[in-house]
């Protein structure tokens, strides 16, 4: 994102030219404790295991899980 927003001209150069290295693999089952640490370092997260690479995990991602969580938590309490 930071280099096609920095550089327009980034969208005719390679993928491996652009994307970030600044990764950090953790299992499937990773708790979003386990997560915090990585997005802190400003890294992403990897999601595989022994079968292989199944997603990328961002700060964004989280987020956005915490709010839909959030919401759904006080939609239910209203309900009650």
Known sequence: LLAVYRDR????????EVMTRKVRTVDHRA???????IFDAGLVA???D???????ITRIDVLN?????????VTQGATR
């Open 65 to 73: 899980f915490l709010r839909r969580n959030r919401l759904q938590n």
């Open 9 to 16: 001209g980034a969208f005719e150069r390679r993928v491996a």
């Open 31 to 37: 708790s979003i404790d386990d997560l915090m640490p």
């Open 50 to 56: 022994d079968e292989g690479f199944h997603g990328l």
């Open 46 to 48: 990897v999601v595989n």
